[in-house]
């Protein structure tokens, strides 16, 4: 009878183990792209990289514009089927045209948003092939870090501005231009202890409604973002909406601040109580596709796949993403927003951005 019962309670034991382990599996599965919603994103993927190829034009560009060609290129860069390689010639004339576009002070433009254009080539060439770009991407690097706001302009913290980075004029910052020269200082190995970092932060949190670490009279507490310390583009107002608060989680996690900081649990918990994909929430569909791809660069940098809301539904983003995407891709392979603020009419930049969301929904 003894020897029956220990039988008994090792059967018992294992079965308790293999649930547990089940268990695991099942919340490890759940914090993945879906099988089959993975060969969906890269055939959306491809679609939009073929829409794409064919509408590159002879000198290298994309809408005749280096800003939408350094994005283009990016999507190219990052596709699963990495096209530094197997597409190289197209990607060396593109390549070839923004570099074709620096300036002796390192910043890549033609006629206008040196800053703008600059970041999103640093960003491109990293991704394409940073060790033979190297000392493009260097000096476009330092124009970057002499561009932000601070002492050698003549600014201060006590001013709004100190930290930010705009589109290339020395009117004012914004923090959609900050994430992005941010993400191409990241991308570029500016070092974590470099002071532009400590620098951002102070403009990032002007921009955050949340007053505890918000200096500015008119911030809240919900623990969103704004466009700028003091102005939202929700109109007349400094409500939080959903691109600026992907924006600044992003920021913050890029100048090496922690998951369990208070400033990057509000900005969080705001995305949660917010989460939607049917809009750019708070703008209805202006910058719906800068949504999506910025929304996919902040969760994939924050690490969590699943996004509780506010009902207590839990959402895996990755798969959220893909089958919105995948559902209003046309035909042809393009995207593209019926509301044409921010030059979301333009085909080629929503696909790239639809592109690179992807291409976050996919990697590990």
Request: proline share 2%.
């Amino acid at each position: 009878m003894l020897f029956k019962s220990i039988i008994r309670l090792v059967i018992l034991a294992c079965m308790l183990n293999f649930s547990s382990l089940s268990v695991i599996a099942q919340e490890t599965d759940n914090k993945s792209l879906d099988i089959s919603l993975r060969n969906e994103a890269q055939r959306a993927v491809e679609k939009g990289i073929a829409y794409l190829r064919k509408n590159m034009d002879k000198q290298g560009s994309w809408s005749n514009h280096p800003g939408v060609t350094a994005i283009v290129l990016r999507a190219f860069a990052g596709s699963p089927k990495k096209y530094t390689k197997n597409d190289g010639m197209l990607m060396k004339v593109s390549a070839k045209y923004l570099i074709s576009l620096q300036h002796g002070d390192g910043s890549i433009y033609d006629k206008e948003l040196p800053n703008y254009i600059t970041a999103n080539t640093i960003i491109a060439l990293s991704a394409l092939d940073s060790e033979k770009y190297k000392e493009v991407i260097k000096k476009a690097q330092s124009f970057l870090v002499d561009s932000q706001f601070d002492e050698g302009e003549g600014y201060t913290k006590e001013n709004d501005y100190y930290g930010g980075i705009g589109y290339g004029s020395r009117i004012r910052p914004d923090l959609s231009n900050l994430q992005t020269a941010l993400e191409a200082l990241k991308d570029s190995g500016l070092p974590a202890d470099d002071q532009t970092w400590q620098r951002a932060l102070t403009f990032i949190q002007r921009c955050q409604n949340r007053s505890e670490s918000n200096d500015q009279k008119w911030a809240g507490n919900d623990g969103g973002f704004v466009y700028l310390p003091g102005e939202s583009k929700v109109k007349g107002s400094t409500t939080s909406y959903g691109s600026m608060t992907y924006a600044g989680l992003k920021s913050f996690l890029y100048a090496n601040v922690k998951k369990d900081d208070p400033r990057v649990k509000a900005a969080y918990d705001w995305i949660c109580s917010h989460y939607t994909l049917e809009e750019n929430p708070g703008m209805g569909l202006q910058g719906l596709f800068y949504s999506y791809h910025t929304f996919a660069k902040a969760m994939y940098s924050y690490g969590n796949d699943i996004i509780k809301d506010n009902s207590g539904k839990s959402n895996n983003w990755r798969n959220d993403l893909t089958e919105k995407l995948a559902e209003t891709q046309s035909p042809d392979g393009y995207w593209v927003n019926t509301n044409n603020r921010w030059w979301e009419s333009d085909k080629n930049l929503c696909t790239a951005y639809a592109v690179i969301a992807l291409e976050y929904c996919l990697k590990d």
